[in-house]
T-cell receptor, first 115, second 115 residues
Framework: AQSVTQLGSHVSVSEGALVLLRCNYSSSVPPYLFWYVQYPNQGLQLLLKYTSAATLVKGINGFEAEFKKSETSFHLTKPSAHMSDAAEYFCAVSGYGGSQGNLIFGKGTKLSVKP | DAGVIQSPRHEVTEMGQEVTLRCKPISGHDYLFWYRQTMMRGLELLIYFNNNVPIDDSGMPEDRFSAKMPNASFSTLKIQPSEPRDSAVYFC?????????????FGEGSWLTVV
């Protein structure tokens, strides 16, 4: 079975600082991995996804994530935080190695950005 | 593209009343998902359909919940009778599976309050 663990339910950074949101996964088959962002009172929007191509994946708004099989990790980073990055971020793994449609989400990490 | 469309966006109802949430997936998508989001439990998959057929409803909390997809462009999630603990945000999402990554696209959510 697939599962995702996000370390830290709340992360706070200063504007301009590095953003690092941690995600570890468990999967019995090669996974597809996703990061979604949820702004207040909105639905979830795809940031980026890993689908067994390049291990370093670039997404929207300057975010990127690196798939590390040896560490079963897919951490999300951004070199310089902006106030507009304040949101909740969800890591997800595709069930059954991507052959099915459903996603299994982590609990989410709320990112706060201080001026 | 119009995206996933959900209605109503907000609903306040009294305990015991029937609630019907509606969803129009993205045209051409063959998977449709219903998720529930609460502070305590995070994002939970309730049920998903493939080509209008329910595939996995193991996340539906109890018999008070039912979901239908009479055609490719419409789905409903019904709660009867509703209870205060059903208060949550309900998201509908859709995807075009069998393509690399199975990206799921979310609607804006239906915010349900049962008093």
């Amino acid at each position: 079975a697939q599962s995702v663990t996000q370390l830290g339910s709340h992360v706070s950074v200063s504007e301009g600082a590095l953003v690092l949101l941690r995600c570890n996964y468990s999967s019995s088959v090669p996974p597809y991995l996703f990061w979604y962002v949820q702004y207040p009172n909105q639905g979830l929007q795809l940031l980026l996804k890993y689908t067994s191509a390049a291990t370093l994946v670039k997404g929207i708004n300057g975010f990127e994530a690196e798939f590390k099989k040896s560490e079963t990790s897919f951490h999300l980073t951004k070199p310089s935080a902006h106030m507009s990055d304040a949101a909740e971020y969800f890591c997800a793994v595709s069930g059954y190695g991507g052959s099915q449609g459903n996603l299994i989400f982590g609990k989410g990490t709320k990112l706060s950005v201080k001026p | 593209d119009a995206g996933v469309i959900q209605s109503p966006r907000h609903e306040v109802t009294e305990m015991g009343q029937e609630v019907t949430l509606r969803c129009k997936p993205i045209s051409g998508h063959d998977y449709l998902f219903w998720y529930r989001q609460t502070m305590m439990r995070g994002l939970e998959l309730l049920i998903y359909f493939n080509n209008n057929v329910p595939i996995d409803d193991s996340g539906m909390p109890e018999d008070r919940f039912s979901a239908k997809m009479p055609n490719a462009s419409f789905s409903t999630l019904k709660i009867q009778p509703s209870e205060p603990r059903d208060s949550a945000v309900y998201f509908c999402a859709s995807s075009l599976a069998r393509t690399s990554g199975n990206t799921i696209y979310f609607g804006e959510g239906s915010w349900l309050t049962v008093v």
